[in-house]
């Protein structure tokens, strides 16, 4: 069955960094797109960058363009969010998300707090 860990969270001061890892089992995890979502206490899920099957195409949500960077090693079933000058506002916990037939896939979420 699809299984997808996310590890990397933790607390940072504001202008800090972080990288999560997401380790993906059960699926061809080179033959699908993987993304990154968040959810902030009180608001709703939201996308927070998108990779393609083959790491040649990324696209990410307006709030964090150009401070992270999303990544994959097919050799090694992971997908990773490098997190640079984080903010108090991307506090959140980050939740690692495949599909597949329209079946949405999660793994159970990091927490990352932005906070001096």
């Known amino acids: 069955q699809v299984r997808l860990v996310e590890s990397g969270g933790g607390k940072v001061q504001p202008g800090g960094s972080l990288r999560l890892s997401c380790a993906a089992s059960?699926?061809?995890?080179?033959?699908?797109?993987m993304r990154w979502y968040r959810q902030a206490p009180g608001k709703e899920r939201e996308l927070v960058a998108s990779?393609?099957?083959?790491?040649?195409?990324?696209n990410y949500a307006d709030s964090v363009k150009g401070r992270f960077t999303i990544s994959r090693d097919n050799a090694k079933n992971t997908v990773y969010l490098q997190m640079n000058s984080l903010k108090p506002e991307d506090t959140a916990v980050y939740y690692c998300?495949?599909?597949?037939?329209?079946?949405?896939?999660w793994g159970q979420g990091t927490q990352v707090t932005v906070s001096s």
């Open positions: 998300n495949t599909m597949d037939l329209r079946v949405n896939y």
């Open positions: 059960g699926f061809t995890f080179s033959s699908y797109a």
């Open positions: 990779i393609a099957s083959t790491g040649g195409s990324t």
